[in-house]
């Protein structure tokens, strides 16, 4: 019922920038918080990055000051500009959207298919 298409990832050298972008669409309503979590080699799925329906933004402390989440909602989009990355930045990064579709009112967490982002030499 809804589709997310993740874009963006790739590979960059430490202090390098990358934006990643996540579009929605399908049989949607309107769309609550959204955001972008990602999982490291071994490790669990962490959130990075979430922004409600009215702009309010809450970031993970290793990227505040490095990382901005914007959203664009007659698009249904949300993107993260990522500046200064590490390389302990590497990860694998998911874009979820909390959605109502027109099937179903109730919310329901939407992921993306992730992509792949690597900070390296």
């Known amino acids: 019922q809804v589709q997310l298409v993740e874009s963006g990832g790739g590979l960059v050298q430490p202090g390098g920038s990358l934006r990643l972008s996540c579009a929605a669409s399908?049989?949607?309503?309107?769309?609550?918080?959204m955001g972008w979590y990602r999982q490291a080699p071994g490790k669990q799925r962490e959130l990075v990055a979430t922004?409600?329906?009215?702009?309010?933004?809450n970031y993970a402390d290793d990227v505040k000051g490095r990382f901005t989440i914007s959203r664009d909602n007659a698009k249904n989009t949300v993107s993260l500009q990522m500046n200064t990355l590490k390389p302990e930045d590497t990860a694998v990064y998911y874009c979820?959207?909390?959605?109502?579709?027109?099937?179903?009112?109730?919310?329901?967490?939407?992921w993306g298919q992730g992509t792949q982002v690597t900070v390296s030499s």
């Open positions: 979820k959207i909390d959605a109502r579709t027109y099937t179903t009112l109730r919310i329901v967490g939407y």
């Open positions: 399908g049989n949607i309503f309107s769309t609550n918080a």
């Open positions: 922004i409600t329906s009215g702009g309010s933004t």
